[in-house]
Antibody, heavy 121, light 107 residues
C-alpha cells in the first residue's frame, strides 16, 4: 500500500524559511515523479513543484509564484521528498501535500494527508 | 491563459439521481484531463484520468467524458458518500491547473 507522510509545517513569520519532508513507502520511490501541491483556505489545489524520477532526466519544475524561493529535492536512499521554502509570504499559507504521479509526472494518483504552513505578517 | 472553469459552483442532488458536473478549459488539453474528489478534512482523491479512465477502486457510477475544451463528470446514481467537492485538472503542460471546484450536496 502506498503511503505518503508529510511533516515540517509550522507557523512562520513573513520572510522566514521552512523545509517540508514527505516520507514515502509502498512503491518504487526512486523511479516515480513526485510533486508538491498546496491548498489555501477555501481554495482548490494549486500545483507548486515537481521533480522527475531517476528514470527520467531528473528535471524540476516550479510554479511561477514560487520560482526562485522554493527548491524541490529528493533523497532516494531515504525514500523522502523535500521542499525548501525561503522568503515565505502570507499568500504561501496553505496545507501542503506531496503526491505521487501515475505516469511520468501526472496525474496525481496518491496524496499524503498534508502539512499546514501558516505565514504571519 | 490556462484557466479551468467548473460549473455549477454547487449542485444539490437527491440520492439515486444523476449528477452532472462540467469543466471548461481555456485552451485544448489534448485529453490530459483528470477529476478528483475531496471530502472534508481529506486530501483529494484521483477519480478519473485521461478524460474517461477510472482510477483503481473507483466505482462504476463515476464516468468522465468530453473532448477539446469541454468535459463532464457524471455520477450516475448519487450515493450519500459522494457528498464532496470535485475538481478537474488539466495536465497537458506546465503549469498544470485545477478548477475552482464543484460542491455536490445531497438533497
Amino acid at each position: 500500500e502506498v503511503h505518503l507522510l508529510e511533516s515540517g509545517g509550522n507557523l512562520v513569520q513573513s520572510g522566514g524559511s521552512l523545509r517540508l519532508s514527505c516520507a514515502a513507502s509502498g512503491f518504487t520511490f526512486s523511479s516515480s515523479g513526485m510533486t508538491w501541491l498546496r491548498q489555501g483556505p477555501g481554495k482548490g489545489p494549486e500545483w507548486v513543484s515537481t521533480i522527475s524520477g531517476s528514470d527520467s532526466d531528473g528535471g524540476t519544475f516550479y510554479a511561477d509564484s514560487v520560482k526562485g524561493r522554493f527548491i524541490i529535492s529528493r533523497d532516494n536512499s531515504k525514500n523522502t521528498l523535500y521542499l525548501r521554502m525561503d522568503n515565505l509570504r502570507v499568500e504561501d499559507t496553505a496545507v501542503y501535500y506531496c503526491a505521487k504521479a501515475l505516469y511520468k509526472w501526472n496525474p496525481f494518483d496518491q496524496w499524503g494527508q498534508g502539512t499546514l504552513v501558516t505565514v504571519s505578517s | 491563459e490556462k484557466v479551468m472553469t467548473q460549473s455549477p459552483a454547487t449542485l444539490s442532488v437527491s440520492p439515486g439521481e444523476r449528477a452532472t458536473l462540467s469543466c471548461r478549459a481555456g485552451q485544448s488539453v489534448n485529453s490530459k484531463l483528470a477529476w478528483y474528489q475531496q471530502q472534508p478534512g481529506q486530501a483529494p482523491r484521483l477519480l478519473i484520468y485521461d478524460v474517461s479512465t477510472r482510477a483503481t477502486g473507483v466505482p462504476a457510477r463515476f464516468s468522465g467524458s468530453g473532448s477539446g475544451t469541454e468535459f463532464t463528470l457524471t455520477i450516475s446514481s448519487l450515493q450519500s458518500e459522494d457528498s464532496a467537492v470535485y475538481y478537474c485538472q488539466e495536465y497537458n503542460n506546465w503549469p498544470v491547473t485545477f478548477g475552482q471546484g464543484t460542491k455536490v450536496e445531497i438533497k
